[in-house]
Each structure stands twice: as C-alpha cells, then as structure tokens.
C-alpha cells in the first residue's frame, strides 16, 4: 500500500513559477510509475504527465509541454511537477498517482494522494 501527499500548490500570478511535491511512503517508490493529474470545478480529471520508474521516460500532456516538467528523486521517495509560465487555466487540483504502468489514464493508476490547490490569478 502506497500513501502518497502532495504539497506546494497555492495562490500565484499569471506568469509565476510553481514547484510541486509528492512524498511517498508505505511501499517502495522506484517500483512504481508516477504521474500527475489535475482537475478544475465542474470538469473531469485530466492527465498532465508521467514518468517511469528509473525517470528514463517522461511524457507531458500538450497542454503544459514547454511549461511544465515532471521529475523523480527515488532516493527521496518524490515526485516533483515544476511549472513555469503558469496561466489562470491551469487552476485546479493536482494529484500525484502511482501505477504499475504509468499511463495517460486515469484507471491506470492504482494509489492517489488528496491533491493541492493551484490557483492561477489574471
């Protein structure tokens, strides 16, 4: 069983930088494909990206390439989304997942965190 908590999403400018985390624990991480997830009020959870378990595979959902950039720390058990260039249409929650095989989909993933709040003010 694998618990994972995600930190760092709050109030920012359009335009800012954001770094996100996701600490694991409860299982061992460098088993297990990563990726983060958003969703806004009113709309469906949607895939932002993913990474492998050795990091040597990253994909980025087109909406954030060029912005957003997902990384891993197996030695830290984390998982990090730093974002740069961020629009008030990136507001949602984001959540980190664990698969067996990371994926776009959402039934892909196996353990959730409880997500945190990104706010991208105009």
């Known amino acids: 069983q694998v618990q994972l908590v995600e930190s760092g999403g709050r109030l920012v400018q359009a335009g800012d930088s954001l770094r996100l985390s996701c600490a694991a624990s409860?299982?061992?991480?460098?088993?297990?494909?990563m990726g983060w997830f958003r969703q806004a009020p009113g709309k469906e959870r949607e895939f932002v990206a993913f990474?492998?378990?050795?990091?040597?595979?990253?994909y980025h959902a087109e909406s954030v390439k060029g912005r957003f950039t997902i990384s891993r720390d197996n030695a830290k058990n984390t998982v990090y989304l730093q974002m740069n260039s961020l629009k008030p249409e990136d507001t949602a929650v984001y959540y980190c997942?664990?698969?067996?095989?990371?994926?776009?989909?959402?039934?892909?993933?196996?353990?959730w965190g409880q997500g945190t709040q990104v706010t991208v003010s105009s």
């Open positions: 997942a664990a698969a067996n095989v990371p994926t776009s989909v959402v039934s892909s993933y196996s353990y």
């Open positions: 409860g299982g061992t991480f460098s088993s297990y494909g």
């Open positions: 990474i492998s378990r050795s990091a040597g595979t990253t």
